[in-house]
């Protein structure tokens, strides 16, 4: 069984907790992409009346062309369920990272404005501590970006500059700059995102504490479902 294979699981059994009448927020990434689907499918063959909220460009497109209705964070301000994938997240906490998939901004936005937040994932994702395998991606505005990342320095960790298509800066829908910043694995990374915070220049982070209500983890002993809190 493949990767994709076992995000679509995943997805497909996340997708079980959207019901009739639901406002839902759609998160950005090739696991939210089969979820997106999902929805979709049953917004066809069982005339599911749900409204979305997509986080990206991308999504948005996605959803629309199979059938989803797509509304703004504005028109829709509180959700009740979003689902999403993870690039890391920890049993327990389910505190995560994100933002691999370019989102993260918005993808917080809608974390924030939503009663349940779930994340879909394949065993691979599941780490003891964030930072064991991925960057932290920051977004940042373009404007002297590069004190910004000379700042982001002094956490003890490596930003670097993401790239897209020709190696040219990669720019988020909201027009901003991401860099994917390498600190060693955190013990504690609630100091480490506040500080994110405060430096001038910095958007958001990519670092999710205390958002994830649920998290659906596939592997090839099957699906599994945790709740915060639970191991």
């Not at 004190?147 to 790239?163: F, M």
């Not at 955190?186 to 500080?195: G, Q, R, T």
Request: aromatic share 4%.
């Amino acid at each position: 069984m493949t990767a994709d294979d076992l995000k679509r699981q995943a997805a497909l059994r996340a997708v079980e907790y959207v019901h009739e009448g639901m406002d839902v927020g759609l998160g950005t990434g090739s696991t939210a992409e089969h979820a997106v689907r999902e929805i979709g499918r049953r917004v066809r063959e069982e005339a599911l009346s749900v409204r979305c909220v997509a986080t990206s460009d991308k999504i948005s497109r996605l959803a629309t062309e199979v059938g989803i209705k797509v509304v703004t964070l504005e028109e829709c301000p509180q959700l009740d369920v979003t689902i999403d994938g993870a690039d890391e997240i920890v049993l327990g906490t389910l505190d995560a990272i994100k933002g691999m998939g370019g989102a993260l901004l918005y993808e917080k936005m809608v974390a924030l404005a939503t009663h349940e937040e779930i994340l879909i994932v394949d065993g691979s994702k599941v780490v003891k501590k964030l930072g064991d395998h991925t960057s932290v991606p920051v977004e940042v505005v373009r404007w002297g970006w590069t004190r910004t990342r000379d700042t982001l320095r002094d956490l003890d960790c490596e930003p670097v500059l993401r790239v897209g298509a020709g190696q040219s800066p990669f720019i988020t829908d909201s027009g901003n700059l991401i860099l994917d910043c390498r600190f060693p694995p955190m013990e504690d990374a609630y100091p480490i995102a506040n500080a994110i915070k405060q430096i001038t220049g910095v958007v958001e982070h990519g670092l999710f504490l205390g958002i994830v209500a649920r998290l659906v983890i596939a592997t090839e002993d099957g699906v599994r479902v945790v709740e915060r809190g639970q191991n």
